[in-house]
């Protein structure tokens, strides 16, 4: 990804959490593009449960593959439950409503300062107490 592009913050987590979220978005978005009879029944979420979004249908495997499999992930360890459900439900509103309209709802209900430009670096993505302490770790 060369070109800059206005996201919101997914997680709140910033730092490499973040940035493995909008790699999973940006990889869904162009895979739906290519998919647009996408059916999004194939989904199971539980109200109440983050983490848990089964993929009961060709389509959800198929999208899941793109999500769960990005070679970029990797060396993040792969993405964790939590994300997933949390890009597949901005994926679907992304879908429904088109990726300008989808930055327009976000503009209504948070602030601007979880709004930056995503280049497909870590940089790129805000940084919080927490990312600053999850990357010392490593």
């Not at 769960?68 to 992930?73: V, Y």
């Not at 927490?130 to 490593?138: A, G, H, I, K």
Request: glycine fraction near 8%.
């Amino acid at each position: 990804m060369a070109e800059k592009k206005t996201t919101v913050s997914l997680s709140g987590f910033g730092g490499s959490y973040e940035w493995a979220c909008q790699i999973m978005l940006f990889a869904g978005m162009v895979w739906l593009e290519k998919n647009p009879s996408f059916d999004w029944s194939g989904y199971k979420t539980y109200q109440g449960v983050m983490g848990l979004c089964v993929a009961e249908n060709k389509d959800a495997r198929d999208l899941d593959e793109v999500l769960l499999k990005n070679p970029k992930l990797e060396c993040a360890g792969g993405p964790t439950s939590a994300m997933h459900q949390c890009v597949v439900q901005h994926l679907h509103e992304i879908h429904q409503d088109g990726y300008e309209n989808w930055l327009k709802q976000m503009r209504e209900v948070r602030p601007a300062e979880d709004f930056f430009e995503f280049d497909g670096t870590v940089q790129s993505c805000p940084q919080t107490e927490l990312s600053t302490r999850m990357e010392r770790v490593q």
